[in-house]
């Protein structure tokens, strides 16, 4: 995982779980707040934050590293 001015980056599951945590801290959140905001357990969020994948997700995550990409997290205003 990195990170560039905002910008979180991903190319597998465990790298977006670890960047997911630091986007929800960033923002203040404790997991059971977060997850009480999503209508999920707080334990599904901890799996997903230590890079739990589903077979979607690894296809998603092959297709852009066959192509040369990764996945970015990238933080948007409030206005829209």
Do not use: H, K, P
């Amino acid at each position: 995982m990195s990170t560039t001015s905002g910008t979180w980056r991903a190319s597998n599951g465990r790298e977006l779980g670890r960047a997911l945590a630091r986007v929800r801290q960033q923002a203040g959140l404790t997991q059971e707040a977060m997850a009480a905001r999503l209508g999920i357990e707080r334990t599904y969020l901890a799996r997903m934050e230590t890079g739990l994948t589903t077979e979607q997700l690894q296809r998603v995550f092959a297709i852009l590293r066959e192509v040369g990409y990764e996945l970015a997290i990238v933080g948007r205003d409030n206005n829209g």
